[in-house]
């Protein structure tokens, strides 16, 4: 651009003048200028026009997210019928297979979390905790399911576990997976774990505080 201030027709753009105008004419002003900005969309301060109210945020429902810890309030163990320890989850994306229902197998995990939050309750310990200083174990020795309705994404489940028998050193336990809130059965489960030694493996008798945890929790008497 030329330095050169000689020239009156020429104005660098925004100056107010804008170009040159004919003799006797009172200039137009530009867009803009003038004494003070026009109010527009948005204030001359700035302020954004107000948008439509946000959401609250969503609260999670009954399993959400990743299955919550014991006592957690979302999910987890909660109440449910005399005799019964009970966990509540929701079907995920991840656990349905081709058919649009849940693969039969994920039963038994259904179940195993069941097994799991009731574990932890009844020896009043974190499972990490029992599995690194136990000096014994409950490894599954059969598993067997009964299916009578479809388990589908999004279905809320309630997982009944109950103690079908006690022996010396095994111990039976019954499920029902229940739909939510429609009540309908889903699916019986049965698995029989064996009490062991953690090493060797060598069968042994079930420890009284499990015995205990399980009279606590109602599934024994």
């Not at 004494?35 to 700035?46: F, W």
């Not at 259904?110 to 000096?135: G, I, V």
């Not at 019954?174 to 429609?182: A, L, M």
């Amino acid at each position: 651009m030329s330095e050169d201030q000689g020239d009156p027709q020429q104005e660098a753009p925004g100056s107010g003048q804008g170009a040159s105008t004919p003799s006797g004419a009172s200039p137009r002003p530009a867009p803009g200028s003038g004494p003070g900005p026009r109010p527009g969309p948005a204030s001359s301060q700035g302020a954004k026009r107000p948008g439509p109210p946000s959401s609250p945020a969503r609260r999670p429902g009954k399993g959400s997210g990743v299955h919550p810890a014991p006592g957690s309030g979302a999910g987890g163990p909660s109440k449910g019928p005399p005799g019964a320890f009970v966990t509540r989850l929701r079907v995920r994306f991840h656990e349905i297979d081709r058919a649009g229902i849940a693969y039969f197998a994920r039963s038994f995990q259904y179940c195993h979390e069941a097994f799991e939050d009731m574990l932890s309750r009844a020896l009043k310990t974190d499972l990490e905790r029992f599995f690194r200083e136990s000096t014994w174990m409950l490894p599954l020795v059969h598993a067997e399911s009964d299916y009578a309705a479809p388990i589908v994404l999004g279905q809320d489940l309630r997982i009944e576990l109950r103690v079908a028998h006690l022996g010396k050193s095994s111990v039976v336990f019954s499920y029902r997976v229940v739909g939510e809130p429609d009540g309908v059965e889903r699916a019986k489960v049965k698995l029989v774990h064996a009490c062991v030694e953690r090493e060797g493996f060598r069968k042994r008798p079930l420890p009284p505080p499990l015995i205990a945890g399980f009279k606590a929790l109602g599934l024994i008497k």
